[in-house]
Each structure stands twice: as structure tokens, then as C-alpha cells.
């Protein structure tokens, strides 16, 4: 087997473990059931806020939280997160472990905390990423901004091409766009049409299932068509 491409960035929620309905909404529902009763979203919506205009806009424009409110929040989806851990997809696991054996990086940007990636990776057997880029990088540097993928081109040597990114929102594929690197959409999360329909319209690499991705990464050394 050969590789496709030499550095793997996957995103973390809903694309290594399924961790927004069985960790962060129920997180979300426990803070907005205690703090904000008022506020109704079931798991669609809470999908769809989280895809576009994202988890900063979600808890400021459609919850009305204060800055101060939300770093409350933070703590408490953080103590959460530390109780629950969610599980990988089957197939994730052998998918990193072919990419580490064949001498290709793992590396991953997400809007979790690292120490709580470190955790889900360790507790799911995944083989432990080369870097990580999580929440407690400042915002600047926190996806859709590029600077996790220069960050990453630059400290293992590597050029745009020789990347893929692997998110299920569309904040990775603006950070991915925003740095020419080649994206591949994760639809395995969910079945929202809202979502499928524009990862479909915007990504050349659309995958529905974890199987799909492994052809992506493998498809010409197994057999496959690109």
C-alpha cells in the first residue's frame, strides 16, 4: 500500500469520534436547561449553527450570551467533556494506522480542547497524532483560519499538495480553501440535507461513509478509482 498523501488533518467532532449527540449537545442542554430556559434547539439546529455561522456566533447572536458568559459556558462543556468520552468510528482506527505505518503524519485541528483529543485518541486505541491545534489556541489561530495548516506545513517540511483535510463543517473547509490545501468532506455525522447538499456542491472529495475516505487515501495502492 502506498500513500496518497504523506500528512492526514482530521478535524476531531463528528469526524474521529461521534461526540456532538452523544457529548456537546447534551452538554448544551444541560448549561441552557440551569441557565437559559428559554433556549430551544433540538440536535438538527444544533448542527446547523455549529456548521454555519459557527460556535461562536452560536452562543453570542442566537443565545445572546456576554463574552463572560461564554467563557462560564466553556467551563462547563469542558467539565462535561472531561465525564464523557465519545467513541471513534469503525474504520477511523485502522485508517491512522495504516497512514502511521506506511511513515505518514497524523495531525488534527479542532474546536476541542488538546488535552481532551489526547484523551479521546488514548481511550479509543487511536494511535497519538504528530500535532494538534485545539481550542486553547488563540482565536486568530483557531480554524477557519489557516494558521494551524502553515503551521503544520512548515514544522514537518511540506507543501499544500501533500496534505488532506478531513472535516465535517464548514470551517475546516474555509481554513483548508483559505490555505490551497485539499479538503475532503465528512458526511458520516450526520444526515442533514442543509449540510450534505453544500459540502457536496463545494468539495471534490465528498465522503459519505469512513470507507469512502479510506478510498480517497488508498484507493490507487488497493485497487480503487481516485
Known sequence: MRLRYPCLVLDHD??????TATVHYPAFLAYMGEHHPEIHLS???????????????????????SYEEMLEEERFWNEYVRQ???????????ILEDQKRLGGKVCVV????????????RENGLPEPDLIFGWESPPEERKPNPWPLEQIMARLGLRPEELLVVDDLKPGYDM????????AAAG???????????????????????????????????????
Open 14 to 19: 463528528d469526524t474521529t469520534v461521534n461526540s
Open 43 to 65: 440536535l438538527e439546529e444544533y448542527f446547523l449553527a455549529n456548521f454555519d455561522p459557527g460556535v461562536i456566533a452560536l452562543f453570542t447572536d442566537i443565545c445572546g450570551m
Open 84 to 94: 464523557h468520552v465519545p467513541r471513534a468510528y469503525p474504520g477511523i482506527r485502522e
Open 110 to 121: 479542532s474546536h476541542s480542547f488538546t488535552e481532551n483529543i489526547r484523551r479521546d485518541y
Open 176 to 183: 483548508a480553501r483559505a490555505a490551497g490545501v485539499p479538503f
Open 188 to 226: 458520516w455525522a450526520n444526515d442533514i440535507p442543509r449540510i450534505e447538499n453544500f459540502m457536496r456542491a463545494n468539495s471534490p472529495r465528498y465522503c459519505k461513509t469512513v470507507a469512502e475516505l479510506r478510498q480517497v487515501l488508498f484507493a490507487e495502492a488497493e485497487g480503487g478509482a481516485e
